[in-house]
Every structure is written in C-alpha cells, then in structure tokens.
C-alpha cells in the first residue's frame, strides 16, 4: 500500500517570531548583498544533488525580499518576500515540503508557480541562528510534484545546520576584524598620545653644527626661522643653521610651549611681549656687553585666530 502524502504544515502551525529582533539577529551576520562564496555555493549544489532537483538556494528574508547567498538553476539574486516560499518554511519546526504547489492554496496563485521559473516542488529547512531566530532556508525546488524521502529529509536537515555553522564562522571572523581595527585605533591613539606627551615633555634638543652636536634648552628658542633649505633656531645668546624643515622642527618642540604664527617662523610663546598689527614683538636677545629691543616677527593671517587662542586675552 502506498504511503499517504505528507501534508504541508498548516500557517497556525508554524511558530511565531518577533520579527524586529529576528531582523536585528539577520542584520548582525553582516551577509546581505554580500558576493558569492564557494562554501556556500557548495552545500546548495549537494543539496540539489541529494534530492535530485534542478534548483536548490539558500536564502536569507529580509523584511522586504528573499535573498540568495548561493543559488543553483536560477539566475535571479533575490525575489520580493510576499512570493517566499521560505517565509514559511523558515518558521517550520522541520523540513518544509510543498509537494504540489498547484494543489496548494498558498501557493497556487503564486508568480512563481504561474509563471517562470514554474514551481511545483520545494522542500526547505530552516535556518535557526544560536537563539533560535530564523533567518532563512535552504531549500531546493523543482517543476514538476515529488516528494522527498526521509533521508533526503535528513540530508537538508544536516545541510541547513552546515550552512548555520559557515554563518555563524564567518560572523565571529567579522566581529573578531572589528575587534582587531578597534584595538588597532586604540593602540594608534594611545601612540599618539604618547609622542605628544613626550614631545610637550621635551625640554632640550640637539642639533648638528660643525660636525657636533650641539644641546639647546628649548627655553632658551625665542623663535625659528626657514630659510629655503634651512633653517634657522634664534636663542638669547646666538642663532644655530641646521639643514632640514619647518615641519621637522615641529615635530621636535614641545607644542605647548611653542605656536606656528607664519609659514616661515615658529615662536616661543612666553618670548611674546605684545602683538602689534601682523607682527609679534619677542623679548630681545641678551648678551654680556649689550642689551637689544625687541624682535619683530611677522603673523600669518592663517596662523592669527590660532595664536591669539592660545594666549590668555583679558
């Protein structure tokens, strides 16, 4: 005697999701619209193969479309959801069998029974992420009415939990690369906190003159100015050339005590006496014999707002 047909589990048997934590629990997968991938493609290619039909996908829901990670004998990368077959399928409790689409109500009137690509069949196993949120199916389809034995039942099962494993792998690999750029920003910001602490910590540095180095207190810099491939350090007491750039010099005194107020000059900030016009006037420089006026040093329109924020304005 033949065994009776299975019966498509009826709507008010199929469990009930709170659909915006079962998006969220899809949107965390970071899957979505995302290329092919051999793994995937892979399972859905045995999967048509064990149950023998042309046509076999895994596909994602979406709140407004079916989308297909891998697909096999069908060109299309997604459907609207309303024609899912997987919408239910997805919420079964087991494989979910349409053995005759046409005798089906659900189905029946559906494009995609009317018209190409022509379903009779489908047969699809939910995709349960590790709380239980179905996100999906993997199923397969076919033109014409079948029905699946129970090892190929226990085939899909073993499949879909296959595909779950590979999602749920490349999630965590997701996550663990977010993780590792975070780290990496952290580390670059802590770096860079570091050079700036050191860099305001510095109090002297040295500079080659005359084939040796010379040792300048940065409290001594009164300012510095380039001079084309030059550059020149003024002190209380003598002027120091060194071969190298505005940018370098920098990088190499202390920001807090020094402030950019031309594209050819760098001062000291405690050197400033007044601030006439476009030009900062610098306590003059001193030495044994003499004492001389103060040192002009002109003021960047650029560099202006800057300059006159870092001093203490009454």
């Known amino acids: 005697m033949k065994a009776p ?3 498509t589990p009826a709507d008010s048997a199929l469990r009930q999701v709170n659909e915006p934590e079962r998006l969220e629990a899809l949107q965390s997968y970071q899957v979505l619209d ?22 076999s996908l895994v596909s994602l829901i ?8 891998a697909r096999v004998g069908l060109d299309a990368q997604e459907m609207p ?16 069998e349409v053995q005759d689409a046409t005798a089906d109500r659900r189905f029946a009137g559906n494009p995609l029974v009317t018209g190409e690509p022509n379903i009779r069949f489908y047969a699809g196993a939910p995709l349960l992420s590790p709380e239980g949120q179905p996100l999906g199916t993997l199923c397969t389809l076919d033109t014409v009415p079948r029905e ?3 090892d190929q039942r226990e085939a899909l099962r073993i499949l ?11 999630r965590t690999r997701l996550q663990l690369d977010d993780e ?23 109090t002297e540095i040295f500079v080659k003159q005359d084939q040796r180095l010379v040792r300048i ?3 001594d810099l009164q300012y510095v100015e380039a001079m084309g491939d030059y550059v020149n350090l003024h002190t209380t007491r003598e002027r120091f050339t060194v071969y190298g750039t505005m940018k370098d010099l920098e990088t190499k005194l202390p920001v807090r005590d020094f402030a950019r107020v031309h594209r050819k000059y760098i001062v000291r900030l405690d050197r400033i006496v007044a601030i006439e016009a476009d030009a900062a006037l610098l306590d003059g420089m001193r030495d044994a014999v003499l004492s001389r006026g103060p040192v002009r040093v002109p003021i960047g329109s650029s560099y202006k707002a800057g300059l006159l924020g870092r001093l203490n304005l009454v």
């Open 62 to 69: 979406d709140g407004e479309r079916q989308w297909f990670k």
């Open 160 to 170: 879909a939990r296959q595909v779950m494993a590979h999602l749920d792998l490349r």
């Open 180 to 202: 590792r750029q975070k780290l990496d920003g952290v580390l670059r910001m802590a770096n860079n906190t570091g050079d700036a602490l050191y860099a305001n910590n510095r």
């Open 5 to 7: 047909k299975r019966a």
């Open 34 to 55: 995302t290329d092919p991938e051999q793994v995937f493609t892979d399972i859905a290619q045995l999967a048509a193969f064990i149950c023998g039909t042309p046509m």
């Open 81 to 96: 959801r309303e024609h899912a077959f997987c919408q239910y399928a997805m919420r079964s409790a087991d494989v979910y």
């Open 148 to 150: 699946l034995t129970e």
């Open 217 to 219: 207190a940065t409290a």
